[in-house]
């Protein structure tokens, strides 16, 4: 089974982003999407792989820290 996270980007810097992952910040790879600072995107291995709807994005994200959170 494949994961992917919904992440905002913050910055960019050529193909690179820093994105949030709801308050955990990383760098990814953008190269297969056409992603601008305040993007959400679907992160998988690094990569933004899908821009995402900010809305759905927001709710996916306070959806799994619940779920981390009563495991």
Same mark, same amino acid.
């Given at each position: ?12 810097? *050529? ?7 709801? *308050? ?12 601008? #600072? *305040? ?5 998988? #291995? *690094? ?12 709710? #996916? ?11």
């Amino acid at each position: 089974m494949c994961l992917a996270i919904p992440a905002k980007i913050l910055e960019i810097g *050529g193909n690179e982003a820093i994105a949030d992952f709801g *308050g955990i910040k990383r760098s990814i790879r953008i190269d297969l999407v056409d992603a601008k #600072t *305040g993007d959400y995107v679907i992160v998988h #291995t *690094g990569y933004a792989i899908q821009k995402m709807d900010k809305n759905e994005a927001i709710e #996916t994200l306070r959806d799994m820290k619940r779920i981390l959170k009563n495991a």
